[in-house]
């Protein structure tokens, strides 16, 4: 059991265990004006949490496809607070996202007039999504099935292309001009490793998706990123970029690290 300052995480029927990882897209994500979010891939529903926790007019789904996973992640919103505004859904997210589209075509074909954010709602789409998804797709799958799956895109998981399809579909369309003022800008966030970032910004072009805000993470200043964390939005704009140092030199929590994440962590490392 992982403790929060206001949630618990059970994560023992979880191929992949809360991390770091997890928690820096949780508490860095810009989540506080959203509505709707969606957490592809939630595991334990650490993320799903965290979400809930930051964005308290959102409704939170997280979706999983592995059923221990899922289970885990229902039992653990069940538990928090937020559980009036959390749904855990076990299911493939590619069908979500193919489900949402012919939603969207049909409200399309029968309401042409009907305004961009109200047909969002409609059809199922979200104003953020959030992903801590597989990786090392060049990489041999290590030896526990489970846990390949739930972190590599090789040998038949969620690859890059797929998530990115999905997250197409399941995003919301960018406000009108004469939309409300406080329309939620659509954004999706991820945590990548620092490899993978570059090819997985020009896969996210390809599907009209462009990288606005960048935080490279190090373990110690000097040091090369281990970790990307990259937003993402259907507008084109200057992407703002930043270092995130996660220790300091004596091995403890930096102040920028822990100030990251002084809502969730019960112990910081530092005066805050």
């Not at 992640?73 to 859904?89: G, K, L, M, T, W």
């Not at 739930?150 to 890059?160: K, P, V």
């Not at 406000?175 to 659509?186: H, L």
């Amino acid at each position: 059991m992982f403790s929060f300052q206001q949630f618990e995480i059970d994560d023992r029927h979880c191929a992949m265990k809360v991390g770091t990882d997890a928690v820096l897209l949780g508490a860095w994500a810009d989540v506080e004006d959203s509505q709707r979010i969606l957490d592809v891939g939630c595991g334990s529903g650490v993320v799903t949490l965290m979400a809930a926790q930051r964005a308290p007019h959102a409704v939170v789904t997280g979706v999983e496809l592995d059923e221990a996973a899922a289970a885990d992640a229902a039992a653990n919103a069940r538990r928090s607070p937020f559980a009036e505004r959390v749904d855990i859904v076990c299911a493939d997210i590619l069908k979500l996202a193919a489900e949402a589209d012919d939603a969207a075509k049909t409200q399309s074909e029968s309401e042409p007039m009907f305004k961009e954010e109200e047909k969002a709602k409609k059809t199922g789409r979200f104003d953020c999504i959030l992903s801590n998804p597989p990786y090392h797709e060049e990489d041999l799958l290590p030896p526990l099935t489970s846990r390949a799956a739930a972190r590599h895109t090789a040998g038949g998981g969620l690859t890059f292309e797929a998530l990115l399809h999905a997250v197409s579909r399941l995003l919301a369309p960018p406000a009108s001009p004469d939309s409300a003022e406080g329309t939620v800008a659509p954004r999706f966030c991820v945590i990548l490793p620092a490899a993978a970032a570059e090819r997985f910004t020009t896969l996210a072009a390809v599907h009209g998706l462009w990288a606005v805000r960048r935080t490279e993470v190090v373990t110690r200043l000097g040091k090369q990123p281990k970790r990307v964390l990259l937003q993402f939005s259907p507008l084109k704009a200057t992407c703002q970029t930043e270092t995130l140092e996660l220790l300091r030199a004596d091995g403890k929590r930096s102040v920028a690290y822990d100030r990251l994440c002084r809502d969730f962590y019960l112990h910081p490392d530092n005066e805050i």
